[in-house]
């Protein structure tokens, strides 16, 4: 019997260290594989052969300040500052497409079976995201965590690269602006939230993250948060009082409020307690592209006339049709609709969606813009110096 239970003890011990073992090597080798190629799948660039450029159209576009108000690019382990032949951003193709100023922001809860429709909160892949991507423990249970992960993230390329800024005030932006005249690869980037549940129902939550560097805050994502109703939850309910006391707080702090996933009812009641102006990083044009991702153009008007921005993405949910022709025509139709100082970029790149190009080759939606008959001014407005000016006038000081 003794040499039985020593037998055993034995045999569960070999099997302990092989269970340990085994964990520690898909941890280590195979979890990486299956995020790496989650991202390739999902961020995807559809194959084209290289798009005719006109010469005028090239020429502009070198000249441009490119700058886009939202892409997902953090979410992901590849390393922004090297070139990837996956995915649809890094610093060196943004750099390739002009870009100026891009805004990243920080991807922290997504439910499973994403729609458009209507999504609860009880589910998070982003979670198994940060442990397959080896994201430091803490963030694995913590929505603020992964925001201030992610722009420690950004940090570091700010630390590493002397032609990499971020953007947190005016000053930041000028003094940017300034370093680029003289070496285009200078760039800024700006840190956002995709929805505000990184505030984890706490108000101290929006200084900590403006500390972190957050100088634009989105209020919901794809799912109902302690804010308010999403564009695709459940509710379509406005702000919570919780939700006026946080955006009144950004206010304050001088951060930007970006109402692009928040229900119709949150964004009346953002436009009637604030004049401050608001902005939509990544949408369409509802009358243009009839879906539920796109809120109600009567919205984007009082955002419009407000002083705010409306981004346009590049993907087919929001366009109808994802070539640069048609984004363009989207763009030149918003530029009629709503005035052509309110009209911006907002690609999502990184965030999922299937594109027909990537941030290398933005001089395509140049080139689109001159063939619709836009104006040279006006491309170089819609194209970036609308989101400068923007910034400009609202960033802290």
Known sequence: ????????????????????????????????????????????????????????????????????????????????????????????????????????????????????????????????????QHWPMRTWGSIYERAAYQAQRLQEIERDDETFFIIRTRGDLAAMLAARQDNRAVMGGLLAMEGAHPLEGELANVDRLFGEGFRMMGLQHFFDNELGGSLHGISNDGLTG????????????????????????????????????????????????????????????????GGGLIGIGYWEDVTCDASPLGIANVIFYAVEKFGVDHVALGSDFDGTVTTELDTSELAAITDRLLYLGMTTEDIRKVMGDNVLRYLSENLPE
């Not at 949408?283 to 991702?293: D, F, H, L």
């Open 1 to 132: 019997m003794i040499a039985a239970m020593k037998l055993l003890l034995k045999l569960l011990g070999g099997l302990a260290v092989f269970l340990i073992l085994g964990t520690l090597v898909v941890y280590w080798f195979v979890l990486p594989g299956i995020a790496t190629n989650a991202d390739r799948d999902m961020n995807p660039v559809v194959a084209h052969a290289p798009y005719d450029i006109a010469p005028d159209a090239a020429a502009l576009h070198r000249t441009l300040n490119v700058a886009d108000l939202h892409a997902d690019t953090l979410l992901w382990m590849r390393d922004p500052r090297q070139r990837h032949d996956f995915g649809q951003t890094d610093l060196p193709r943004l750099r390739e497409g002009a870009v100026a100023l891009q805004v990243f922001s920080t991807v922290t809860k997504s439910p499973s079976g994403l729609n458009y429709e209507t999504n609860e909160a009880g589910s998070d892949d982003i979670t198994l995201l940060a442990i397959a």
């Open 242 to 305: 919780f939700g006026r006391a946080a955006v009144a707080r950004a206010l304050e702090l001088g951060m930007v409020i970006d109402v692009a996933r928040s229900s119709p009812a949150v964004v009346e009641d953002v436009l009637a307690m604030t004049d401050a102006p608001l902005v939509v990083s990544h949408t369409g044009i509802k009358s243009y592209c009839e879906t539920k991702r796109n809120i109600p153009d009567e919205l984007m008007a009082r955002i419009a006339a």
